[in-house]
């Protein structure tokens, strides 16, 4: 990966003893980033050149190639933090360069810092990428009003209970005890996600009408996934013991990005109400910025829309970068008529 070296910042970070930037601080910089792997690209102000202290350097490196200066009348910090988005490159710098934030969303990712022990740089490291805050909430949140403007309904509510197998199920028997006193045709009650769907669930759903009246979906946070997965025989067996059911219900545990750690969610449904599979599958268009976050959980995404419409298998999601969104938090999202898992 490349590093643009903010030259200026670096130069003025250690002074020599009449007070003026170092052009060592610069050659050292350069130097380590070269052993750890980088690719250094110098960039200094224009006014460098009358304040470091070896003139004759630094006149010698420009005429090299080897320093870059930005052109007279040019902000150097813009020109670097342009470059480095446009390039992909990281940023030596200590400065944190505060009045740039709106424009350039990601400054913290980028930038790599360092210091000085003795006569050797201390290179830091970058901040972790800057998720745009619940994006993939409002992403699925877009989704599922696309699939409304179909006629297709989906299940709204979230809400979090503390997580545990005797709490999840005490709360499926209430909730399907209540709909069978009540005679109500329970609506979607809930999301989400297909991590690997064990072989034994596979085949098991293929036989659910005729095995269990209910599916419960058990929600949870991605981190509590595996947990959730131990409770899920007791589950079935205790709700069909303690209802009386003729059969146990099917349950299955999904990961929902709508959830906070600790928590979990219900979606229970008639097994007849539960579609076979999502009759739309999803595009998703997104910015460069947060392009890779965006298709790391594409699957996630892909369950939740299942679980909220009602649908075993999941969409299609595909996720593509484009140009034309340029900041952080723009996305488009079209349905496309399919539905295959």
């Given at each position: 990966m490349r590093v643009i070296i903010d030259a200026s910042n670096v130069a003025h970070s250690r002074k020599?003893?009449?007070?003026?930037?170092?052009?060592?601080?610069?050659?050292?910089?350069?130097?380590?980033?070269?052993?750890?792997?980088?690719?250094?690209?110098i960039i200094a102000d224009a006014s460098l050149r009358h304040e470091i202290d070896d003139k004759e350097k630094f006149r010698k490196l420009l005429d090299e190639g080897k320093f870059q200066q930005v052109p007279s009348g040019t902000t150097a910090d813009h020109f670097i933090l342009?470059?480095?988005?446009?390039?992909?490159?990281k940023i030596l710098s200590n400065d944190v360069?505060?009045?740039?934030?709106d424009e350039f969303q990601d400054i913290n990712s980028r930038r790599i810092p360092y210091t000085f022990r003795d006569d050797r740089i201390l290179i830091g490291t970058s901040g972790k990428p800057k998720k745009v805050k619940n994006i993939l909430q409002?992403?699925?949140?877009?989704?599922?009003k696309e699939f409304e403007k179909k006629r297709i309904d989906s299940y709204k509510a979230k809400r979090g209970k503390k997580l545990s197998g005797i709490a999840i199920a005490k709360e499926a028997i209430d909730r399907i005890s209540r709909s069978q006193e009540e005679g109500l045709e329970p609506k979607l009650e809930?999301?989400?996600?297909?991590?690997?769907?064990?072989?034994?669930?596979?085949?098991?759903?293929e036989e659910v009408e005729r095995?269990?009246?209910?599916?419960i979906f058990v929600l949870?946070?991605?981190?509590?996934?595996?947990?959730?997965?131990?409770?899920?025989?007791?589950?079935?067996?205790?709700?069909?013991d303690r209802l009386k059911l003729e059969h146990a219900p099917l349950v299955a545990v999904r990961n929902d990005l709508f959830l906070k750690p600790g928590t979990f969610e219900l979606n229970i449904m008639y097994s007849e109400d539960v579609m076979e599979e999502a009759p739309y599958n999803v595009n998703i268009t997104i910015n460069d910025h947060d392009y890779s976050f965006v298709k790391k959980n594409s699957r996630n995404i892909a369950s939740t829309i299942a679980a909220r419409i009602g649908s075993w298998r999941f969409p299609i999601v595909s996720v593509k970068p484009s140009m034309l969104l340029e900041k952080p938090g723009e996305f488009d999202v079209v349905l496309e008529k399919g539905g295959n898992d």
């Open positions: 020599n003893d009449d007070d003026r930037p170092c052009i060592e601080n610069i050659l050292s910089a350069a130097e380590e980033l070269e052993k750890l792997g980088y690719e250094p690209v342009k470059m480095a988005e446009e390039e992909d490159a360069f505060r009045e740039y934030k409002k992403i699925c949140n877009e989704t599922l809930g999301i989400f996600m297909k991590l690997p769907l064990f072989e034994k669930f596979m085949s098991m759903v095995t269990s009246n209910y599916i949870v946070h991605p981190r509590d996934y595996r947990e959730a997965v131990k409770y899920a025989g007791n589950i079935a067996v205790t709700v069909g």
